[in-house]
């Protein structure tokens, strides 16, 4: 989409009664920004983990006067080539690994962050990716301390568009990005997004910062959901969770009520309230029908400019009626009825009234792109009933000319008396 306001992209880590809500750069990168209040308490820095960065294992192969020898390597494992991206907190960097021959993603965190709640907010991290295995996540390959005793881990390269910046494209009418992504292609890449959640969900893992700047699309249609720092693991929490920290909310320990996590744009009601009890798979669904409604639509969601405003926003937001303008876009394809009413119950206020699961939302859709949707009003009663009756055709063909042939007889003779009755 157009270039959106910081507030739109960057996520939100605080009580709703912190004061003022600032949000600044990704500290991790991908999105996961803490926020603290004014007067925050400071705690102690985390003890410096020791150890060190792992040298390569696998030997060299090296031939001489037709001998074949192992020289054991000196080198750090990973290689650094180049930085993908940076924040306050942390970096992604390229890095060759030495030891099985393959270019990485670094996730690191920078030598000046010593809260321990960051720290163990990247252990949480680790932990979550290394629940999930499942072609739309990332998989986690491999986690260590660098020589100044920073953790990090790595994970594949992952080519591909962000998909923020493909909606930028869309939002601009750019041709060529309008003939790649038709509704159909907009609609696989929600699909994605849906079912990579669904698989976190059977492991009572919750994203909480579904949005567009956390999803990769790939050259061969890859839908690729990244950045899992601030999801929570529902039903578990660690021995002594209370956290000392009252700005920092760790994905294993006790959510209290009132404290909001996310991205403000994308977040569902009960998610901007801070109604932790609320917060579930039902959560991250909303905002990917989120996701859904501006890439249908190219136009924002919530329309706020600040985190604060769009918290209110949400907090009392209700879906758009299904005649609403915004789903006949100057320059884009006009959103089917069927679905628009999709949209609608996928972007209910109350949680217990949309889509009950992930699974449920893709058979749904499935149905849509079949054209076996539920008839909601009289445009889906026209289009289903125009579908049940070329199905027909398809598999009588004779049978189904003769009846239209009587229809049209019908539909003519009626006409015509209408029209006898008239000049009389």
């Not at 792992?54 to 054991?72: D, S």
């Not at 965190?109 to 907010?121: D, G, K, Y």
């Not at 006790?254 to 996590?261: E, L």
């Not at 400019?305 to 009392?316: G, P």
Request: with cysteine.
């Amino acid at each position: 989409m157009a270039a959106l306001p910081l507030s739109h992209a960057a996520t939100l880590d605080a009580p709703p009664s912190c004061g003022e809500k600032t949000l600044t750069d990704d500290p991790f990168v991908t999105g996961d920004t803490i926020v603290a209040g004014a007067g925050a308490p400071r705690l102690p820095d985390a003890p410096k983990l020791t150890g060190g960065s792992r040298r390569t294992v696998v030997p060299r192969v090296v031939e001489e006067a037709g001998q074949t020898k192992l020289v054991q390597g000196e080198e750090e494992r990973y290689r650094r080539e180049s930085v993908i991206g940076q924040g306050g907190m942390g970096e992604v960097a390229k890095a060759f690994d030495r030891d099985i021959g393959r270019t990485v993603a670094v996730k690191r965190m920078l030598t000046e962050v010593t809260s321990p709640t960051l720290v163990a907010r990247f252990v949480d991290e680790v932990r979550t990716l290394g629940r999930l295995h499942h072609p739309n996540i990332v998989p986690i390959h491999d986690v260590d301390l660098d020589p100044d005793g920073n953790l990090f881990f790595t994970m594949p390269i992952v080519d591909g568009v962000p998909l923020d910046a493909l909606m930028e494209r869309l939002e601009k009418r750019d041709p060529e990005t309008l003939a790649a992504f038709p509704l159909s292609r907009r609609m696989d890449v929600f699909a994605g997004i849906v079912d990579a959640l669904g698989h976190a969900h059977e492991r009572n893992v919750v994203h909480r910062d579904v949005k567009p700047a956390n999803v990769i699309v790939g050259p061969f249609g890859e839908v690729v959901l990244l950045d899992w720092g601030i999801a929570r693991l529902d039903g578990e929490e660690r021995p002594g969770s209370e956290s000392e920290d009252p700005l920092v909310a760790r994905t294993s320990e006790k959510t209290r009520h009132g404290h909001v996590v996310g991205t403000p744009h994308y977040m569902a009601p009960e998610q901007a309230r801070g109604d932790v009890s609320a917060i579930g798979p039902a959560t991250d669904l909303y905002a990917a029908f989120v996701v859904l409604y501006e890439m249908l639509t190219l136009t924002t969601f919530v329309k706020a400019e600040t985190a604060t405003l769009a918290l209110a926003e949400v907090a009392s937001k209700v879906a758009p009626a299904p005649e609403s303008a915004a789903y006949v876009p100057e320059g884009s394809p006009i959103v089917p009825a069927e679905l628009r009413h999709f949209l609608r119950h996928g972007l209910d206020a109350t949680p217990a009234r949309r889509y009950p699961s992930a699974a449920a939302v893709l058979a749904e859709l499935a149905r849509i792109r079949s054209g076996d949707f539920k008839i909601e009003c009289p445009v889906t009663f026209s289009k289903r009933a125009s579908t049940v009756y070329f199905r027909f055709v398809e598999r009588s063909p004779m049978l189904g000319l003769a009846l239209l042939g009587s229809v049209l007889a019908l539909a003519l003779s009626s006409i015509v008396l209408a029209v006898i009755l008239a000049i009389r």
